[in-house]
């Protein structure tokens, strides 16, 4: 577990243990390698490196420190590395997101969330679409073209992305193979009613129609204050009630990431209770 929320790193609490002497910090500022600063957990077969940062943000990490962080992440002798990002679009935070081989987006039902959750997709899509071009020294024209969205008839990066594969077909060969494999799975968490559980088809819509790529909607868990509890009294919920039902939500969400499949909206309970 690598908590990269450099602002608010707090991981640690939801594993229940206490703020790591080691961090990020070691990394950074005293070039520490990334294995050095993993720490046990209370869970077994698990390590931890803390984002805490005492003079640093993820707005203050140079290029050069960003590639370092990357390529001693993908050296980690483990099964899986699971990254925690903070809220928000800088490019450091976009990039490490960018990073991993299953792009994880968990989001609430309400509309304050979902809007940022679009802003978020939205700026990882165009940066992707920019890192993609400039590989092939090409990095101003998605910029150019959106500059020029009027002139274009352009009002979504959908519409971006059909401009574009229509000024060549280079440039269209190099989108469809760099953009087919690209997904962003999509968790609603907190979910309070099955009309709620609906949402996450919706997204999945909004990011074909607006933005042009398949969204995978992973699943969804549903709230219990019980969570909270274990939150504030520092213990891992899915050790010390394995057998709930948020806890089977989370297994079988667990699995849907793992072997890359969607949910089945429509055999969750909420579904059973409307039939």
Not at 178 to 186: A, D, G, K, N, Q
Request: proline letters at 2%.
């Amino acid at each position: 577990m690598i908590d990269a929320d450099l602002g608010g790193a707090n991981l640690h609490t939801f594993l229940g243990v206490s703020k790591p002497r080691n961090s990020l910090t070691d990394f950074f500022e005293k070039k520490v390698p990334l294995n050095n600063i993993i720490v046990n957990c209370s869970i077994p077969d698990m390590g931890l490196v803390s984002g805490t940062l005492s003079s640093l943000d993820s707005e203050n990490i140079k290029y050069v420190q960003k590639l370092k962080l990357f390529r001693q992440i993908k050296e980690i002798d483990t099964d899986y590395i699971l990254i925690d990002l903070g809220a928000g679009s800088h490019n450091n935070t976009i990039d490490t997101f960018l990073l991993a081989d299953k792009m994880i987006v968990v989001t609430t039902a309400e509309i304050t969330a979902l809007e940022n959750m679009y802003h978020f997709v939205k700026n990882v899509f165009f940066r992707k679409l920019k890192i993609t071009l400039g590989a092939h020294g090409l990095k101003d024209m998605i910029q150019d073209v959106w500059k020029n969205r009027d002139v274009h008839g352009i009002k979504h990066l959908k519409d971006v992305v059909d401009h574009l594969m229509g000024t060549s077909t280079h440039i269209r060969d190099i989108l469809e193979k760099e953009l087919s494999s690209f997904r962003i799975y999509i968790v609603l968490n907190q979910i309070r009613s099955g009309r709620e559980t609906m949402i996450g088809v919706s997204v999945k819509s909004v990011c074909l129609k607006f933005l042009g790529f398949n969204a995978m909607y992973a699943g969804h868990i549903e709230y219990d204050e019980t969570v909270l509890r274990c939150i504030n009294k520092r213990l891992p919920f899915m050790l010390t009630h394995p057998f709930s039902h948020v806890a089977k939500e989370i297994g079988k969400l667990t699995e849907n990431l793992r072997d890359g499949r969607q949910a089945s909206v429509m055999t969750d309970k909420y579904a059973h209770r409307r039939l």
